[in-house]
Every structure is written in structure tokens, then in C-alpha cells.
């Protein structure tokens, strides 16, 4: 029989990597809303702690804040045994990655291919692939050790499309000055989706793992932009934060008990065309 209940994250440890950015702090905002403890895992401490507030205001539940580096397998295992003390982890969700602001005056990178440096390669990478296999090795091995649980992977819709240049174009600018959405976004986006399929099939009996690709949300773009972009959407629109929530959760719970590796657009239609 079907129930509410199945959509219950209540007495468990729910991982969020990149928690207090723009999106994860919807991630864990949903999470504490269906009763989970959200694990919050992030440098940036201030904006952490003030997420930690407004988890407790507004659901009452406890989260939990590390910031740390996520790319450090050491750190990682240090919370792992912090996290243990008290919860059991239930889910994990792969979610930290530097990703380029698209505001009113446009696209904050200077990013273009032909001058693309190693130093930004490594960092993308690491933050984006690196950090999500470790966190997925380590968090993962130990669920799957014990009582199981569900990975969700964050991708994008530029994981399975690529990125339309032409979106950010500025006019009177020179090709070769004009901002562009980096290769190394396409390059993790897609790269989680691979990681999906691998996690789901490596420990198939005891964890699920899918992958959400978000499309754009609205967040201070200029009209010029949105303009642009909402053309190339199906729904007319770009997302609002609130708008990944309801799979998210439905992806940790057991709710979507027979989903696994499945890799699930939420783009407005915008991989439809």
C-alpha cells in the first residue's frame, strides 16, 4: 500500500557536498523539510553556519556542518567516524563544483579553450570528479557496509547537451574576447553521469545511485539573457530553486526503491530539442 511514509528521510545522515552554495542549499533545505539531518560539507564555513540557523528555524532539525576539503580522502574519513557517532548515513549527494555565475552583465569567466589554464583544469576537476569519487568511495564503501542507502549525482543539462556559446555572447566584443561556458563543466557534467553508471552496478544490493541534470535557474540574469535562454525551453522559462527539491527527495527515499542508475533531466524540455 502506498503511503506518505515513503517519503520519509527521518533518523538519517543525508551527505551534501557544495551544501551552503546556490543549489545546495535548496538540497539541504529539502532534505531537513522530509525530516533527514542534512551533512553540510563545505569550505565555506560562514555561509554554512547561517544555513545551520535556518535549517533549525524553519524544520527543526539539527544539521551538521564540516568544512572541509572534499578532495581529501584523510578529511573525508575523519568525518565519516564523526558523522557515525551519532547517525547512520542514508544518502549521499554529489553536488560541489565551480561552476561560473551568469549575471546582469553576463558570464564571470574568462574562459575560452585556447587559453584555458591547467591551474583551473585541476581545480574544476578536482572539485567536480575527484571529490564526488572520493566521497563516493568513502561514504559509499561504509553504506554499503552497513544498512545501505542512495546516491544522487548531481549533473546538468550541459551533461548531456552542450553548452550553446552563442547564450553568453556580448555584443562589440571580439570572438576571441567573448566569454564562454568552460570545457571543464561539460567535461565533470558528464563525467557524473558516467560515475552514476558505475556506482549503481558496482553495489547494486545495497545502494542505488542516479543522477539529476538541473537545467539553469532564475538568479539575477539580466533580460537580455533570459531572453536568450528561455528560447531554448520547451516550458518557456528557466527553473525556480524550490524546483529540484520534490526528485531529490524522491530519489533519497525509498520512494524510487526500484530507480537505479537512472540519469533524469529536469530542464524544462531543453534536451528535448
Avoid at 52 to 71: C, F, G, M, N, W
Avoid at 121 to 130: A, F, M, T
Avoid at 154 to 166: E, F, H, V
Wanted: net charge neutral; hydrophobic share 35%.
Amino acid at each position: 500500500m502506498f503511503s506518505k511514509s515513503i517519503f520519509d528521510l527521518t533518523h538519517g545522515a543525508y551527505i551534501v557536498t557544495g551544501g551552503s552554495g546556490f543549489l545546495g542549499r535548496a538540497h539541504c533545505h529539502a532534505i531537513a523539510a522530509f525530516g533527514g539531518t542534512p551533512i553540510i560539507l563545505d569550505l565555506n564555513k560562514s555561509a554554512s553556519d547561517i544555513l545551520l540557523e535556518e535549517i533549525k528555524s524553519e524544520h527543526d532539525v539539527r544539521a551538521q556542518v564540516y568544512p572541509i576539503d572534499i578532495t581529501s580522502k584523510e578529511e573525508l574519513l575523519k568525518v565519516l567516524a564523526e558523522i557515525t557517532k551519532s547517525l547512520p548515513i542514508k544518502g549521499l549527494v554529489n553536488n560541489a563544483a565551480r561552476n561560473p555565475v551568469v549575471s546582469r552583465t553576463g558570464l564571470e569567466t574568462s574562459s575560452r579553450l585556447e587559453n584555458f589554464s591547467l591551474e583551473d583544469w585541476d581545480k574544476d576537476i578536482n572539485v567536480g570528479l575527484k571529490g564526488s569519487f572520493l566521497c563516493t568511495q568513502v561514504f559509499g564503501s561504509h553504506m554499503n557496509e552497513f544498512q545501505g542507502g542512495s546516491i544522487v549525482n548531481i549533473s546538468s543539462d550541459l551533461g548531456i547537451i552542450a553548452p550553446k556559446q552563442s547564450l553568453y555572447k556580448i555584443e562589440n566584443k571580439n570572438e576571441s574576447e567573448q566569454p564562454v561556458k568552460p570545457v571543464t563543466y561539460s567535461i565533470v557534467k558528464t563525467g557524473l553521469i558516467g560515475l552514476t553508471r558505475y556506482t549503481a552496478s558496482y553495489w547494486p544490493t545495497k545502494i542505488r545511485c542516479n543522477c539529476l541534470c538541473p537545467g539553469g535557474i532564475e538568479n539575477n540574469q539580466s533580460q537580455s539573457f533570459l531572453n536568450k535562454v528561455c528560447a531554448e525551453i520547451p516550458l518557456g522559462r528557466l527553473a525556480k530553486l524550490d524546483e529540484y527539491g520534490g526528485a531529490l527527495i524522491f530519489l533519497l527515499s525509498s520512494a524510487s526503491s526500484y530507480m537505479n542508475g537512472a540519469i533524469i533531466s529536469i530542464d524544462g524540455g531543453r534536451t528535448t530539442w
